[in-house]
């Protein structure tokens, strides 16, 4: 596992440097093109919480539901973007099924490919995180340490929604053709839809939108969910 984490790591490396010394001008401007869409983002968020901010306590209470729904929407879209990236590498490569016929043990196969799906699925969401935390830290003047102890407790979480989008790809595998799954999902976000639709519709009161009776608020903030 080792040799192959190495090998990968090299292979990304040696790809990287080829691609910067053959396109040295390109390289930079993706470099800084990179570095201003981090500063874009996080003059946004922070323009955002000032606002919210300036509003005072109604302001404090939509920042924690903030918190909540980050989190929701993180778990979800962690697991999804696993899901599609474990089948793609584990069942449609041509390199799991070389690695199979190799004196390899499958459960050390699909554990490689779930670190590697994992890490390509958790990458953008972390980086989002962490500017998003630096920019909470910054706004209440919180100590610079504080993006770093939550990147150590945020790994847990993605962990637990890695393995969620491992299940969910497993089960539709087992018990579902993609075809019927893909209708199943569509159904299923619509069926949301609708009903948010439906809710926002009858309740406009910002107060109401505001409170713990809103479905993804409660949803959100569910004690036994990795997510609340």
Request: glycine share 4%; with cysteine.
């Amino acid at each position: 596992m080792i040799n192959f984490i190495r090998q990968r790591y090299q292979g990304a490396s040696n790809l990287i440097s080829i691609y910067f010394t053959n396109h040295p001008l390109r390289s930079i401007a993706i470099f800084l093109s990179i570095s201003i869409a981090i500063l874009a983002i996080y003059a946004t968020i922070w323009t955002g919480f000032r606002f919210l901010i300036g509003l005072g306590g109604m302001g404090s209470v939509i920042i924690e539901h903030l918190f909540y729904l980050l989190f929701l929407i993180m778990f979800f879209m962690v697991a999804l973007s696993f899901a599609i990236l474990y089948y793609n590498l584990s069942f449609r490569s041509k390199e799991t099924k070389f690695l199979i016929n190799l004196p390899i043990k499958i459960k050390k196969v699909s554990f490689l490919r779930f670190v590697e799906s994992s890490i390509l699925a958790e990458w953008i969401p972390l980086a989002g995180f962490i500017i998003f935390i630096a920019v909470y830290s910054n706004i209440n003047n919180l100590t610079p340490l504080i993006s770093l102890f939550s990147f150590v407790y945020i790994i847990p979480f993605l962990i637990i929604a890695s393995a969620a989008g491992y299940l969910f790809c497993i089960a539709i595998l087992k018990f579902m053709s993609l075809k019927k799954g893909a209708i199943a999902i569509f159904i299923l976000l619509s069926v949301i839809m609708l009903f948010y639709r439906y809710h926002k519709i009858n309740n406009n009161n910002i107060f109401y939108l505001l409170s713990e009776e809103v479905i993804f608020f409660k949803i959100s903030r569910l004690w036994f969910l990795p997510f609340s």
